[in-house]
């Protein structure tokens, strides 16, 4: 049961359900208001209109209804002229495509030719044709209506999930970069994490989609009352994340250099080893702490997971000293490779530094303000409505 309930708050299994009972609907409606026995058009519509998040139905769906609308009376046109054959089924996807392009359907223009194919299919009696207006009307009326009655989920605990993910899987990675550096690691091994390490990016990837979803659930949200807060937050929190996993592949990449130098010999003396292995748990401790503080809505909980980071980074940062004077002894003695030494300490740095709190705390404001700018330039109007409530507010407070 409890799994069941949570597959229903993923965003595929609630798109199915939302446009499952939007379609529904549309048909049932059609059924009363269209002269034809199987108003399928409407469902149709309502399928293409209905969207995983509130922004993109009013962004997409308005295109989503010209591109049907357009396709429908290309097939009207064609309906009333020719048959279905395979002659007229290419002219109607040539038509279709260059109305697509003259209404400006942007990105569904494919969908005019969608809509134009499945309507012509059906549509063989020409004084039916204007029933499939009708019920593309219908289906997008009900395709709208459903998302503004049913505003669709907030999609920020899912990207939540995906950031802390991400930081757990570079946690067990980094662990596996600090196994063994007291013995002689072979080349495979070493190889084989910088490979690991690479398949980050596709991770990234993911994420980043899963945060762009969440973005969208939160703009003109009327449950949402700091939705720019909610986005800057976690898009800020997944850049450093992305930082922190090239600097991470870089990392990689120094420790199979000096696996290729080390062949006959142990990577590290044993102190050095454990000390490095040490501060690698202790950054990687630090990466899932930030990841938890970025994705924490509750200020008690935000709190304590921001406590839980400072301890990480200082704990980290003791460890890197301690590493480097271990480091900086053993090259005065064996000065071997000593640039790569002082590349892993580069490497370790960069990471401590993108996640430390004061750098987070100034990206984050600058942030807000780029993108707070960004929304007075765009929607003057809005933000000069907006300013004009609140010195009226300001006004009343005082009187």
């Given at each position: 049961m409890a799994e069941f309930v949570k597959r229903r708050r993923e965003p595929a299994v609630a798109q199915t359900l939302r446009s499952t009972a939007a379609a529904t609907i549309a048909y049932v409606v059609a059924l009363q208001l269209s002269n034809e026995t199987a108003p399928l058009t409407a469902p149709l519509t309502a399928l293409l209109v209905v969207q995983v998040t509130l922004y993109s139905t009013l962004t997409t769906g308005i295109r989503r209804v010209n591109s049907v609308v357009a396709g429908?009376?290309?097939?009207?046109?064609?309906?009333?002229?020719?048959?279905?054959?395979?002659?007229?089924?290419?002219?109607?996807?040539l038509a279709s495509l260059v109305v697509g392009r003259i209404v400006r359907a942007g990105e569904?223009?494919?969908?005019v030719a969608i809509s134009a194919m499945l309507v012509l299919g059906v549509t063989r009696v020409t004084t039916t044709a204007w029933d499939r207006v009708l019920e593309t009307l219908i289906g997008a009326a009900v395709g709208l209506l459903f998302n503004f009655l049913f505003v669709p989920p907030v999609w920020v605990g899912t990207a939540g999930e995906s950031i802390e993910d991400l930081s757990r899987r570079m946690r067990r990675l980094l662990l596996r970069i600090g196994e063994g550096l007291t013995g002689s690691i072979p080349v495979e091994r070493a190889a084989a994490r910088l490979h690991e390490a690479r398949r980050l990016d596709?991770?990234?990837?993911?994420?980043?989609?899963?945060?762009?979803?969440?973005?969208?659930?939160?703009r003109l949200n009327p449950r949402v009352r700091e939705g720019l807060l909610h986005r800057v937050v976690l898009r800020t929190g997944l850049d450093t994340l992305e930082i922190c996993t090239v600097v991470l592949r870089v990392l990689a990449r120094t420790f199979t250099d000096l696996?290729?130098?080390?062949?006959?010999?142990?990577l590290f003396p044993p102190e050095v080893g454990n000390a490095l292995e040490d501060l690698l748990a202790r950054v990687a401790g630090a990466v899932v702490s930030f990841a938890v503080l970025v994705t924490t809505e509750v200020s008690e909980s935000a709190e304590m997971a921001e406590v839980r980071l400072s301890e990480d980074l200082a704990a980290a940062t003791r460890s890197r000293e301690r590493v480097a004077h271990l480091l900086l002894e053993g090259v005065q003695r064996h000065p071997r490779q000593w640039q790569?030494?002082?590349?892993?300490?580069?490497?370790?740095?960069?990471?401590?530094?993108?996640?430390?709190?004061?750098?987070?705390?100034?990206?984050?404001?600058?942030?807000?303000?780029?993108?707070?700018?960004?929304?007075?330039?765009?929607?003057?109007?809005?933000?000069?409505?907006?300013?004009?409530v609140r010195r009226r507010s300001r006004r009343g407070g005082h009187g």
């Open positions: 429908v009376l290309v097939a009207i046109a064609f309906s009333a002229l020719v048959g279905l054959s395979w002659w007229s089924l290419g002219l109607i996807i569904f223009v494919p969908e596709h991770d990234i990837s993911e994420v980043d989609a899963a945060l762009r979803q969440a973005e969208d659930s939160l696996a290729k130098e080390r062949t006959e010999e142990a790569l030494h002082g590349a892993l300490l580069a490497e370790i740095d960069r990471m401590l530094d993108e996640l430390n709190m004061e750098n987070r705390s100034q990206r984050l404001m600058e942030e807000l303000d780029r993108a707070s700018r960004e929304q007075r330039e765009r929607h003057p109007r809005l933000a000069a409505a907006r300013q004009w």
